[in-house]
């Protein structure tokens, strides 16, 4: 089979996809650990592109991280690592290729895999990518300004010089707090944006606002399981940074894959009439 046609999305095979009315069923338990089953399989079948993806993850948190304290910005250096991962979805397009293959009894290949991200770059892919970055640097913005509430706009020497004055003065303990909590906030908006909607715009031919809305709908749908899958998902991603990022070689991966399985695990189509 040739690299070509590993860039033809499921949903341009079959024009009626556009037409197509998602259905949402509630997600269990044994969704989730059925689907990180199946994730990790398909890691184990194609170890190299996994790792190539997870070496991406690896090295962009290492340079944004690096950019941070090279601005003299040291103190979003947190923030911007952790928002640079929830960009994922969309870096692991070629993972929801590869498990697409795999699923379909095929042999995916890492050419291929690149040329079809490289092609949704003015689909409905790029828009929802858009949005994610846009709620990233809305994140970004508040995080700003936060720290000129509580801290005003002091300058920090070093990031040691940093952390002393989070921790260890009342206005840094608030500061951090608040930045959790806007953290926190900013981070469940883009879990349920985007948990299942880049899978469903390279699987058919829908708009990224319904795959937005239906992704949405899983996570409303199934508020417990989906909120304890993404509290899994940022622990082992929180644990994957350190050191120096090195676990998302084989943890993003893994989700990457996971996730594919989860969207035909809980979203199926029916023609609209």
């Given at each position: 089979?040739?690299?070509?046609?590993?860039?033809?999305?499921?949903?341009?095979?079959?024009?009626?996809?556009?037409?197509?009315k998602p259905i949402v069923r509630q997600v269990t338990l044994e969704d989730i650990t059925s689907s990180l089953k199946l994730g990790i399989l398909d890691f184990?079948?194609?170890?190299?592109?996994?790792?190539?993806?997870?070496?991406?993850?690896?090295?962009?948190?290492?340079?944004?991280?690096?950019l941070s304290f090279w601005v003299d910005m040291s103190y979003i250096s947190y923030p911007l690592a952790c928002g640079f991962l929830l960009l994922g979805p969309?870096?692991?397009?070629?993972?929801?290729?590869?498990?697409?293959?795999?699923?379909?009894?095929?042999?995916?290949?890492?050419?291929?895999?690149?040329?079809?991200?490289?092609?949704?770059?003015?689909?409905?892919?790029?828009?929802?990518?858009?949005?994610?970055?846009?709620?990233?640097?809305?994140?970004?913005?508040?995080?700003?300004?936060?720290?000129?509430l509580f801290l005003g706009m002091q300058g920090y020497g070093t990031f040691v010089q940093f952390a002393q004055t989070i921790f260890e003065t009342s206005d840094?303990?608030?500061?951090?707090?608040?930045?959790?909590?806007?953290?926190?906030?900013?981070?469940?908006?883009?879990?349920?944006?985007?948990?299942?909607?880049?899978?469903?715009?390279?699987?058919?031919?829908?708009?990224?606002?319904?795959?937005?809305?239906?992704?949405?709908?899983?996570?409303?749908?199934?508020?417990?399981?989906?909120?304890?899958?993404?509290?899994?998902?940022?622990?082992?991603?929180?644990?994957?940074?350190?050191?120096?990022?090195?676990?998302?070689?084989?943890?993003?991966?893994?989700?990457?894959?996971?996730?594919?399985?989860?969207?035909?695990?809980?979203?199926?189509?029916?023609?609209?009439?």
């Amino acid at each position: 089979m040739s690299d070509n046609h590993l860039t033809v999305p499921a949903g341009a095979q079959n024009p009626q996809n556009k037409l197509a009315k998602p259905i949402v069923r509630q997600v269990t338990l044994e969704d989730i650990t059925s689907s990180l089953k199946l994730g990790i399989l398909d890691f184990v079948k194609t170890p190299v592109i996994g790792l190539t993806f997870g070496a991406f993850f690896m090295i962009g948190g290492i340079l944004v991280t690096l950019l941070s304290f090279w601005v003299d910005m040291s103190y979003i250096s947190y923030p911007l690592a952790c928002g640079f991962l929830l960009l994922g979805p969309f870096a692991a397009l070629g993972l929801y290729e590869a498990s697409r293959r795999l699923q379909a009894g095929e042999t995916p290949r890492m050419s291929g895999l690149f040329t079809l991200m490289w092609e949704q770059r003015r689909g409905e892919i790029a828009w929802m990518a858009f949005v994610v970055i846009f709620i990233q640097f809305l994140w970004m913005f508040k995080v700003h300004l936060l720290l000129a509430l509580f801290l005003g706009m002091q300058g920090y020497g070093t990031f040691v010089q940093f952390a002393q004055t989070i921790f260890e003065t009342s206005d840094g303990l608030l500061f951090l707090a608040a930045g959790h909590l806007v953290g926190a906030f900013f981070a469940v908006l883009l879990f349920a944006v985007s948990v299942v909607s880049f899978p469903i715009l390279l699987d058919t031919e829908l708009d990224f606002v319904t795959a937005m809305i239906t992704s949405v709908k899983v996570v409303t749908g199934s508020p417990v399981v989906m909120v304890g899958w993404g509290l899994l998902i940022t622990a082992i991603l929180m644990v994957s940074m350190i050191p120096a990022f090195i676990g998302l070689l084989v943890t993003l991966p893994v989700l990457g894959h996971t996730t594919w399985h989860l969207y035909k695990r809980v979203v199926t189509f029916e023609d609209a009439k």
